[in-house]
């Protein structure tokens, strides 16, 4: 059992950055990669970012060059930077870990253990 906390949301005009945190309770004995979700109420969950345990990122094409996903292993928390927000970048935000593989496996339905999401709004 892993909790997964994430932090950092809150609100920002258009332009601005805000930076998410994802702090796992333990260092989890399974562990192939995180990546970040998020939701607008009436929609579909919707991929953000993703990492492995090797490094290797991928990004949504909407947040490409915006958005920068990292982590500290020392810290156990993994971090989405989120830099020239934008209105429709206004959501919950997810974090989640999958038990193994590597960015192919970091798919929704794969992933074991979720955050209780942080929030995001950004104001035009």
């Known amino acids: 059992q892993v909790d997964l906390v994430d932090s950092g949301g809150g609100s920002v005009q258009a332009g601005g950055s805000l930076r998410l945190a994802c702090t796992a309770s333990r260092y989890p004995a399974t562990f192939g990669c995180v990546g970040w979700w998020r939701q607008v109420p009436g929609k579909m969950r919707e991929f953000v970012a993703s990492?492995?345990?090797?490094?290797?990122?991928k990004y949504a094409d909407s947040v490409k060059g915006r958005f920068r996903i990292y982590r500290d292993s020392a810290k156990r928390t993994v971090y989405l930077q989120m830099n020239n927000l934008k209105a429709e970048d206004t959501a919950m935000y997810y974090c989640a870990k999958s038990p193994g593989g590597g960015l192919p496996a970091c798919v929704e339905r794969m992933m074991d253990f979720w955050g209780e999401g942080s929030r995001v709004t950004v104001s035009s």
């Open positions: 990492i492995d345990r090797k490094g290797a990122t």
